[in-house]
C-alpha cells in the first residue's frame, strides 16, 4: 500500500528501508525537500522524537551529520546494501548530494580552488567516473556496481568545512571484460567510448562506432549494444568534463582512452599456434594494441605465448598451447582494465584530498554488494557473501549493543542480561570462510578443492582442528553434493558454489613477463598504472620493489596474491575502520524482478529482507522487548480502562504512575506470577513482551466491552 501511495522509506529500529519504485517520483529527492528536513532537525532534534513520523533518505544522513558535529563525537558511517537494481548507486548519490549540500550551505558557500570548481563538486564528479568504469548493465539492473565503495568525506576539525574525499574499492568483477552472459553489456566506459561521437579520436585510438564488432562486447551469446535509459553519447561527454574538473590532464584523459581501446582490441585477437609458430590475426591489430600501450609487439607476443626462459638463461622456451594463450591474452586485457581503473582512484583520491586523517572528522559512506545466489556461483560470489556475512555480525551486533545501550539510558541497568539471549553471532560461519580462503590458496587444480571441503568436514566432526572447536551446529559445516559443487549454508540461506576455474580466479595474478613489458612501456602514465602511483618518483620506488621482490620474495606478499586472501585482509581493515564509527544502516529493496513501477510481490521482498540481515535484527527484539511505548503514548491507547486521576506539575510522573495503575487493572484478574519477566519500566518507556502486549489489548477490549454493556444497562 505504501508503494501504490508512492512512499517508498520505511523504518524497521534504527533500519531504513527504502524499494526501488523503478519509476521517477517527483518531489523525492531536491533541494526543496532537503532544505525541509533541515529545518525540521532544527524544529526536532532526533533525540527528543518519540517516533520517526516522516522517514526519508536524507533524515537519515542529517541525524548522522548531527551526531558527527557534537563534541568528541566518533566519526559517522552509512551503510547501504542491497542486491542488484535494489537502487544502491542512486541511494549513494543523494546521500553524497545531501552531505555536500549540508556542508556548503553550513560553510556559507563552496571552497574553490583556482580553477574555481568547488571541492564538494569535484567530489560529487567522481561518481561519473566510477560509474563509467565499475559499472554494467545486467539482466538486473542497467546501471549496476561490479565493485564496492567506501567514500570517506573528511571535515576540518576546527571550521567543519570539507577539506577533502577518500575512496576505497573493493573487488572490481575483472571477469566480465572477457565473460559476458546473455541480454547484459560490458562496462559503460567502452560503449560510451565508441558512441563518442569524434571520428579523429576513434581514428587515433584505431577503433569503430561499432560495439558489435567487438569480441569483448559481442560474444555472440545475445549481448546488449544499447540501453534505452542511458544515452552513450552524453554520458561520454560526462565523464570528460568531470575528469577534467578533477583535475586529469588531457595527457591522462588520453592515456586512459587509449588502454580502454587496447582492451578491447585485445578481444578482436586470436593467437594461435601452426607448425610450432605463433600466428597472430589480425597482425595489425596487435600492433596496434602494443602502438597504443607503448610496448614492443615482439616481446608482448613472446611473453604472452612462450615459457619463460629457465634460470639463469635469457632463452624463452617452447610456445604454450593455442588454449593457454587466450588465456593469457584474456588475463592481460582483465589486468590491464583492473589496473586502470585502481589507477583512476589512486589519481582521483590524490587530487581530491589535501588532509590529514589523524587530523579530520569524517562521514562515510560504504556502497556494499548485497548477498548473491546465481544458478551458478564461483569465487565472487564467495568473497560477497562472505562480505555480507561480516556486515551482518556487526549490523547484529550494533542493534544488540544498541538495545542494551537503551536499557542503560533507562535505568534498566540490573536487566540488560535479559537481553544476552537474544544476541546469535554468525561468527563460526566467518571463522570457515576465513580458513577455507587459507587453504585454498596452496591448491593446484580445481578438482582439488573437494579436498579441502572434504577436510572440513572431517575436521568439524571430530573437532580436532582448532579453528572449528567452538562451532556447534552442523548448519556450520561445508558439504560436498555434487562433483563440481559444494554448498556453504550461509546465514541467509544455502549457497552451492560451482569449483570451475576456481583456481585460477584465486591466482588472480598475472605472468611476470607480461608485467615487465607494461613497466618497461614508453608512456610513463602506462608505468604509473602498473605500478599504481601518481609521478616519476613513487613509480620508481615502486618498481624498484618490484624487482627486489622478484630476487628476495617475500612470504607475506606471496600469499597476498590470492583473490581470497587479498579480499580477505581488505574485509578485515573495512571492518576495523567501520568500529570506529557510529553507524547508520540503509537497506535498499527491489519491488519485483521485471523492473516494472510500482509493483510489489511481498515474497520477493520478503527474501530480500531475510537476506539484508533485516529480519534477524527484528527477531532479536522479538525475543527481547519488543513493544517499547512512552509512558504518554501507553496512557493515551489504555486511559478508558480505569480512573487516572488529575495530572500534576510532575507530567512524566504523572504518565509513570498511570501506566502501572492501568497495568495492574488489565492484570489482577490474570494470575500472572512474575510480571517482570513480561514487563519493565524505565524511565520515559514501557518494555513489554509481544505476548503480554497482546494480552493487555485483549483485557482492554474487554473492559470497554463491560463498560459499554453497564451503560447501556443503566440507560
Given at each position: 500500500n505504501r508503494l501504490k501511495e508512492k512512499k517508498t522509506f520505511t523504518n524497521v529500529g534504527p533500519t531504513l528501508?527504502?524499494?526501488?519504485?523503478?519509476?521517477?517520483?517527483?518531489?523525492?529527492?531536491?533541494?526543496?525537500?532537503?532544505?525541509?528536513?533541515?529545518?525540521?532537525?532544527?524544529?526536532?532534534?532526533?533525540?527528543?522524537?518519540?517516533?520517526?513520523?516522516?522517514?526519508?533518505?536524507?533524515?537519515?544522513?542529517?541525524?548522522?551529520?548531527?551526531?558527527?558535529?557534537?563534541?568528541?563525537?566518533?566519526?559517522?558511517?552509512?551503510?547501504?546494501?542491497?542486491?542488484?537494481?535494489?537502487?544502491?548507486?542512486?541511494a549513494a548519490k543523494?546521500?553524497?548530494?545531501?552531505?555536500?549540500?549540508?556542508?556548503?550551505?553550513?560553510?556559507?558557500?563552496?571552497?574553490?580552488?583556482?580553477?574555481?570548481?568547488?571541492?564538494?563538486?569535484?567530489?560529487?564528479?567522481?561518481?561519473?567516473?566510477?560509474?563509467?568504469?565499475?559499472?554494467?548493465?545486467?539482466?538486473?539492473n542497467d546501471n549496476s556496481s561490479r565493485f564496492g565503495k567506501y567514500v570517506k568525506i573528511k571535515l576540518a576539525p576546527a571550521t567543519n568545512v570539507i577539506t577533502g574525499a577518500e575512496i576505497t574499492a573493493y573487488l572490481l568483477e575483472k571477469s566480465r571484460i572477457s565473460e559476458l552472459t546473455i541480454k547484459e553489456r560490458n562496462y559503460h566506459v567502452f560503449y560510451f567510448l565508441l558512441s563518442c561521437g569524434d571520428d579523429k579520436l576513434l581514428s587515433e585510438?584505431?577503433?569503430?562506432?561499432?560495439?558489435?564488432?567487438?569480441?569483448?562486447?559481442?560474444?555472440?551469446?545475445?549481448?546488449?549494444?544499447?540501453?534505452?535509459?542511458?544515452?552513450?553519447?552524453?554520458?561520454?561527454?560526462?565523464?570528460?568534463?568531470?575528469?577534467?574538473?578533477?583535475?586529469?590532464?588531457?595527457?591522462?584523459?588520453?592515456?586512459?582512452?587509449?588502454?580502454?581501446?587496447?582492451?578491447?582490441?585485445?578481444?578482436?585477437?586470436?593467437?594461435?599456434?601452426?607448425?610450432?609458430?605463433?600466428?597472430?590475426?589480425?597482425?595489425?591489430?596487435?600492433?596496434?594494441?602494443?602502438?597504443?600501450?607503448?610496448?614492443?609487439?615482439t616481446k608482448l607476443a613472446t611473453v604472452l605465448s612462450r615459457k619463460p626462459p629457465m634460470f639463469g638463461t635469457k632463452e624463452y622456451g617452447g610456445l604454450y598451447t593455442?588454449?593457454?594463450?587466450?588465456?593469457?591474452?584474456?588475463?592481460?586485457?582483465?589486468?590491464?582494465?583492473?589496473r586502470l581503473f585502481f589507477w583512476i582512484i589512486t589519481k582521483l583520491n590524490n587530487k581530491l584530498d589535501s588532509s590529514?586523517?589523524?587530523?579530520?572528522?569524517?562521514?562515510?559512506?560504504?556502497?556494499?554488494?548485497?548477498?548473491?545466489?546465481?544458478d551458478k556461483n564461483s569465487l565472487e560470489q564467495l568473497c560477497i557473501n562472505y562480505t555480507n556475512e561480516q556486515l551482518q555480525q556487526l549490523y547484529i551486533k550494533d542493534i544488540f549493543e544498541s538495545d542494551k545501550a537503551e536499557f542503560r539510558r533507562e535505568g534498566l541497568e540490573s536487566k540488560v542480561h535479559l537481553l544476552d539471549a537474544t544476541y546469535k553471532d554468525n561468527k563460526d560461519i566467518i571463522r570457515l570462510i576465513k580458513v577455507f580462503f587459507d587453504r585454498s590458496k596452496d591448491v593446484k587444480a580445481d578438482v582439488q578443492i573437494y579436498d579441502v571441503v572434504a577436510a572440513f568436514d572431517k575436521e568439524i566432526e571430530s573437532k580436532k582442528d582448532k579453528a572449528f572447536s567452538k562451532v556447534k551446529e552442523n548448519k556450520f559445516l561445508l558439504n560436498r553434493i555434487k562433483k563440481d559443487i559444494f554448498v556453504i549454508e550461509h546465514t541467509a540461506k544455502n549457497v552451492e558454489y560451482s569449483i570451475d576455474n576456481f583456481v585460477e580466479k584465486n591466482k588472480d595474478e598475472t605472468k611476470a613477463g607480461v608485467i615487465d613489458t607494461l613497466l618497461d612501456s614508453g608512456n610513463l602514465i602506462i608505468q604509473m598504472i602498473f605500478t599504481n602511483t601518481t609521478?616519476?618518483?613513487?613509480?620508481?620506488?615502486?618498481?624498484?620493489?618490484?624487482?627486489?621482490?622478484?630476487?628476495?620474495?617475500?612470504?607475506?606478499?606471496?600469499?597476498?596474491?590470492?583473490?581470497?586472501?587479498?579480499?580477505?585482509?581488505?574485509?578485515?581493515?573495512?571492518?576495523?575502520?567501520?568500529?570506529?564509527?557510529?553507524?547508520?544502516?540503509?537497506?535498499?529493496?527491489?519491488?519485483?524482478?521485471?523492473?516494472?513501477?510500482?509493483?510489489?510481490?511481498?515474497?520477493?521482498?520478503?527474501?530480500?529482507?531475510?537476506?539484508?540481515?533485516?529480519?534477524?535484527?527484528?527477531?532479536?527484539?522479538?525475543?527481547?522487548?519488543?513493544?517499547?511505548?512512552?509512558?504518554?503514548?501507553?496512557?493515551?491507547?489504555?486511559?478508558?480502562?480505569?480512573?487516572?486521576?488529575?495530572?500534576?506539575?510532575?507530567?512524566?510522573?504523572?504518565?509513570?504512575?498511570?501506566?502501572?495503575?492501568?497495568?495492574?487493572?488489565?492484570?489482577?484478574?490474570?494470575?500472572?506470577?512474575?510480571?517482570?519477566?513480561?514487563?519493565?519500566?524505565?524511565k520515559n518507556k514501557i518494555y513489554m513482551k509481544q505476548n503480554f502486549s497482546s494480552l493487555l489489548e485483549i483485557a482492554k477490549g474487554e473492559k470497554l466491552k463491560s463498560k459499554i454493556n453497564r451503560m447501556k444497562i443503566m440507560k
Open positions: 528501508l527504502i524499494v526501488n519504485p523503478f519509476t521517477r517520483i517527483e518531489g523525492v529527492y531536491n533541494d526543496e525537500v532537503l532544505e525541509h528536513f533541515i529545518e525540521k532537525q532544527e524544529r526536532e532534534p532526533p533525540e527528543t522524537r518519540q517516533c520517526i513520523d516522516e522517514p526519508h533518505l536524507y533524515d537519515l544522513v542529517l541525524i548522522a551529520i548531527k551526531e558527527l558535529l557534537k563534541p568528541n563525537s566518533k566519526n559517522q558511517a552509512l551503510v547501504i546494501s542491497g542486491e542488484s537494481g535494489a537502487g544502491k548507486t542512486e543523494n546521500c553524497m548530494e545531501c552531505i555536500t549540500h549540508y556542508f556548503t550551505k553550513l560553510a556559507g558557500g563552496s571552497k574553490s580552488d583556482s580553477n574555481d570548481i568547488p571541492l564538494e563538486r569535484k567530489i560529487l564528479n567522481c561518481n561519473p567516473i566510477l560509474e563509467a568504469f565499475g559499472n554494467a548493465k545486467t539482466v538486473r585510438l584505431h577503433l569503430c562506432n561499432d560495439p558489435k564488432k567487438d569480441k569483448y562486447l559481442n560474444t555472440g551469446s545475445g549481448q546488449i549494444m544499447t540501453v534505452p535509459t542511458i544515452n552513450d553519447k552524453e554520458l561520454f561527454d560526462e565523464l570528460k568534463s568531470c575528469f577534467e574538473s578533477t583535475g586529469f590532464t588531457q595527457e591522462e584523459i588520453l592515456t586512459i582512452f587509449k588502454v580502454v581501446a587496447a582492451v578491447l582490441l585485445l578481444g578482436n585477437v586470436n593467437m594461435d599456434v601452426k607448425n610450432d609458430k605463433l600466428v597472430i590475426e589480425p597482425k595489425m591489430t596487435f600492433e596496434h594494441i602494443c602502438t597504443l600501450i607503448d610496448v614492443d609487439s593455442p588454449k593457454l594463450i587466450k588465456s593469457y591474452k584474456d588475463a592481460l586485457a582483465k589486468e590491464l582494465y583492473n590529514h586523517e589523524s587530523e579530520c572528522k569524517y562521514i562515510g559512506l560504504l556502497d556494499i554488494f548485497g548477498f548473491e545466489c546465481f609521478t616519476e618518483e613513487e613509480k620508481k620506488a615502486e618498481h624498484e620493489r618490484i624487482l627486489e621482490e622478484r630476487v628476495k620474495p617475500d612470504v607475506n606478499k606471496i600469499k597476498m596474491r590470492y583473490l581470497g586472501t587479498k579480499f580477505k585482509r581488505q574485509m578485515s581493515q573495512l571492518k576495523t575502520e567501520l568500529k570506529l564509527c557510529d553507524h547508520h544502516y540503509i537497506r535498499c529493496l527491489k519491488p519485483n524482478e521485471e523492473k516494472k513501477a510500482l509493483l510489489f510481490f511481498p515474497n520477493f521482498v520478503f527474501n530480500q529482507i531475510q537476506y539484508l540481515g533485516v529480519l534477524a535484527t527484528i527477531q532479536v527484539r522479538k525475543t527481547g522487548f519488543p513493544i517499547r511505548r512512552y509512558y504518554k503514548d501507553f496512557v493515551e491507547n489504555f486511559k478508558l480502562v480505569t480512573n487516572l486521576g488529575e495530572k500534576g506539575n510532575d507530567e512524566l510522573l504523572y504518565y509513570q504512575e498511570s501506566s502501572k495503575k492501568i497495568i495492574d487493572e488489565l492484570t489482577k484478574d490474570q494470575n500472572i506470577a512474575n510480571i517482570e519477566d513480561l514487563c519493565l519500566y524505565g
